[in-house]
Nanobody, 121 residues
Framework: VQLQASGGGLVQAGGSRRLSCAAS????????MGWFRQAPGKEREFVTA??????YYADSVKGRFTISRDSAKNTVYLQMNSLKPEDTAVYYC?????????????????WGQGTLVTVSS
């Protein structure tokens, strides 16, 4: 499975951005898909995930970010609204996580290359 993340860039605080993660190869619509991010000088952290039973969000993005999946296109999206400077990070998409532990990055099998989102104040 190959994951290609795109959509990063520079955005002003309060603005919006949509990231895409296109999956190719031996994909499965049952895969848990997640987004993680790594800010400068910090460890990579969970942002959101989508499973067959629902969606999960980190408290820091709840109400502002929305994850969605287009199974026909093998693509997962991350709609980010009301962006803050602290959302600045490299965003990674991941696939193959555990539907019981969707927040645990060590359970994901496949990772994209990351896309940088910079939020200016």
């Amino acid at each position: 499975v190959q994951l290609q993340a795109s959509g990063g860039g520079l955005v002003q605080a309060g603005g919006s951005r949509r990231l895409s993660c296109a999956a190719s190869g031996r994909t499965s619509t049952s895969y848990v898909m997640g987004w993680f991010r790594q800010a400068p000088g910090k460890e990579r952290e969970f942002v959101t995930a989508i499973t067959s039973s629902g969606t999960y969000y980190a408290d820091s993005v709840k109400g502002r970010f929305t994850i969605s999946r287009d199974s026909a296109k093998n693509t997962v999206y991350l709609q980010m609204n009301s962006l803050k400077p602290e959302d600045t990070a490299v965003y990674y998409c991941a696939a193959g996580g555990s539907r019981y532990y969707p927040r645990e990055q060590r359970r994901y099998d496949y990772w994209g290359q990351g896309t940088l989102v910079t939020v200016s104040s």
